[in-house]
C-alpha cells in the first residue's frame, strides 16, 4: 500500500485545535497563554517531523490530546516522594536523609507561618540566623564556635576563601578527593583562590613531607576526609596530633573536611567513623561537614572550631552568597535537638544504618506476605538475605547485612519490571541482580510496604504494564 505523504496543510488550523482545548474542563485552571503556548509547540514538533517524512498523528483529537498530557505534566510536581528499594540509606539521588519527627515539626511551624530566623526575642532587635545553632553544635562537638552555610562545599569554599586567599595550602597527594563529580578538592581550592600545595604520595605522605613545604606563604593545612574511598596496604598519612602540632608550631591552622558529621556514636553498631568531637580534639582548629550525610538533617554545611578562626568566616562577604534558607536551618536545629535529648537515637539516618538482621529479615518477611497472593498470578517472591551500602560517600568499605524480597514474574523481564516500578505514581526504586528485581527493606518507612503491594498487585493484574 503506498503510503500518503502527509504535508503541512494537513495540520489542523491552530484557531481550530485552541478552541477545543480551552473549552476542556480538565484545563480550565490553565491560562489561556500556557495552553496556546503549549499547542504551538506541540504543532511545531509535528511541522519539525513531516519535513522528516516521519509518520505522525496530525488529527485534531490526537493533536489536543498531545497537548492535554504534556499539560498534565506541566500541571503535577515533578519533584515527589519516592519509595527507596535499594537499601542504600544516603542515596544522594533520592535525596540523603528522610528527617525524623522534630525536624519535620520545626520545619513545618518555620514554614507556615512567620518565624524568629534574624529576631532577637530577648532584646527585641534584629538577631542573626547563624546563632540558632551555635550552642547547640558546640554543646555536641566541644568546639567554640560554630557557622552554618548551604551545604558542606560551601563551608569549604568559605574556609579557603576566609583563611587562604592568594596563599598556599599544603594537601596529601592522598586526599584530593573528589566526591559525586562535582566537588574536587583541587577545583574547590582554585575557585577560592588559594594555591594547592600538594605533598607526599598517593599511598604515603609523612609529616616531614608537610614540615618540607611549610613557608611563609602557607595559610593553612588541610586534611580531606576519604570519605568514598580507602587507600589501603602500605599506607601512611601523620597521626592529628602530631599534624596539630606541627601547625601550630608555625602559627598556621589545621582544618579538616571531615565529609560525614558524626556526632556520637551510637551502641553496637558495626562502624566507626571520627567524630567531630575526637576530631577536634587531636588539635584540629577547623572541622567541616554535612548535614545530610550521617548527621541526618536537611542539606547544609557546618564549620566548627576555633572562634578566633569562624569570626573570620562571619564578616566574609562571601557568607550572604552561600547563607542557609530557614527551612534547612529548622531541619538542623530539630536534629540537633534529637542528639542532644536521646543521643540521637531516633534520627532516621541512624536508625536505619543501625537496623540489625533479625528486625531487617522480619521486615522482608513482612513484604514478602503481602506479595503472596500475587504467587497465583505466576510471580514468584522470595525472602532473600543481601549486602547494602551507607551510599552518600561515606562507609565506603562496610558491608551492612541486610533483607530484602527477589521477585521474578512471568511476564516481564527484570529491566521491565523496574522500569514500570519506577514509572510508578509514587516512583518505587529498586535493584536488579542475577535477572531477578530486588527490593531491599532496609530504607522502607512502614507505609512504602503498601505502595509497593498496590504497584505489584496492579502490575500483575495487567493495569500497569
Ligand atoms: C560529601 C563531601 C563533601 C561535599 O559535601 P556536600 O554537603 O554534599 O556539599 C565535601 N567533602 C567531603 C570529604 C565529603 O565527603
Redesign the pocket.
Known amino acids: 500500500m503506498k503510503r500518503y505523504k502527509l504535508t503541512m496543510r494537513d495540520i489542523p488550523a491552530i484557531e481550530r485545535l485552541s478552541g477545543m482545548l480551552l473549552n476542556q474542563p480538565e484545563l480550565a485552571g490553565f491560562s489561556r497563554e500556557v495552553v496556546v503556548e503549549r499547542l504551538r509547540t506541540v504543532v511545531s514538533d509535528v511541522r519539525t517531523q513531516i519535513r522528516q517524512e516521519q509518520d505522525v498523528d496530525v488529527s485534531a483529537e490526537g493533536l489536543a490530546a498531545k497537548v492535554k498530557e504534556q499539560l498534565g505534566t506541566l500541571g503535577s510536581s515533578s519533584l515527589r516522594k519516592a519509595v527507596n528499594a535499594t537499601g542504600v540509606v544516603l542515596h544522594t539521588n533520592l535525596g540523603r536523609a528522610p528527617l525524623g519527627k522534630r525536624a519535620i515539626q520545626l520545619v513545618n511551624e518555620v514554614m507556615e507561618g512567620y518565624s524568629t530566623l534574624e529576631y532577637n526575642v530577648a532584646t527585641g532587635e534584629r538577631g542573626s540566623r547563624y546563632e540558632h545553632v551555635v550552642d547547640k553544635l558546640c554543646t555536641l562537638t566541644g568546639a567554640q564556635d560554630a557557622i552554618i552555610v548551604n551545604?558542606?562545599?560551601a563551608a569549604?569554599l568559605l574556609v579557603l576563601s576566609a583563611l587562604a586567599k592568594e596563599r598556599e595550602v599544603i594537601v596529601s597527594r592522598g586526599q584530593l578527593?573528589e566526591?559525586g563529580g562535582s566537588?574536587r578538592i583541587p577545583d574547590v581550592l582554585a575557585q577560592s583562590g588559594a594555591r594547592l600545595v600538594e605533598v607526599g604520595a598517593t599511598n604515603k605522605t609523612h609529616l616531614k613531607d608537610f614540615e618540607r613545604a611549610i613557608t611563609e606563604r602557607t595559610a593553612l593545612i588541610l586534611k580531606?576526609?576519604t570519605?568514598?574511598y580507602r587507600i589501603v596496604g602500605f599506607t601512611a598519612q601523620p597521626e592529628d596530633k602530631a599534624l596539630a602540632a606541627l601547625a601550630h608550631q608555625h602559627g598556621i591552622p589545621l582544618v579538616e573536611?571531615l565529609?560525614?558529621g558524626v556526632l556520637c556514636r551510637l551502641q553496637g553498631n558495626g562502624w566507626q567513623e571520627p567524630t567531630v568531637r575526637e576530631c577536634l580534639a587531636a588539635g584540629m582548629d577547623l572541622v567541616t561537614f554535612?548535614g545530610?550525610?550521617l548527621l541526618g538533617a536537611g542539606q547544609a554545611?557546618i564549620i566548627a572550631g576555633k572562634r578566633q578562626y569562624i569570626e573570620k568566616m562571619k564578616s566574609h562577604p562571601l557568607l550572604r552568597a552561600l547563607r542557609i534558607d530557614k527551612l534547612s536551618l529548622a531541619a538542623v536545629e530539630g536534629t540537633l535537638l534529637d542528639y542532644l535529648l536521646e543521643a540521637g537515637k531516633n534520627v532516621p539516618v541512624q536508625r536505619m544504618l543501625n537496623r540489625q538482621p533479625e528486625e531487617l529479615k522480619e521486615l522482608a518477611h513482612q513484604l514478602a506476605g503481602r506479595l503472596q497472593p500475587l504467587t497465583a498470578c505466576g510471580w514468584r517472591v522470595d525472602v532473600v538475605s543481601l549486602v547494602s551500602q551507607a551510599g552518600g560517600?561515606t562507609l565506603p568499605e562496610i558491608d551492612f547485612t541486610s533483607f530484602g524480597v527477589s521477585i521474578v514474574t512471568p511476564h516481564h523481564s527484570a529491566a521491565m519490571l523496574e522500569s514500570v516500578l519506577r514509572k510508578n505514581e509514587v516512583p518505587i526504586i529498586v535493584r536488579i541482580q542475577c535477572g531477578k528485581i530486588l527490593l531491599d527493606v532496609r530504607c522502607l518507612a512502614p507505609e512504602d510496604m503498601a505502595i509497593i503491594e498496590t504497584a505489584c498487585t496492579r502490575i500483575a493484574k495487567g493495569v500497569l504494564s
Request: hydrophobic residues 30%.
Open positions: 551545604n558542606n562545599a569549604v578527593v566526591i566537588f580531606v576526609h570519605s568514598n573536611d565529609g560525614s554535612s545530610d550525610k554545611g560517600g
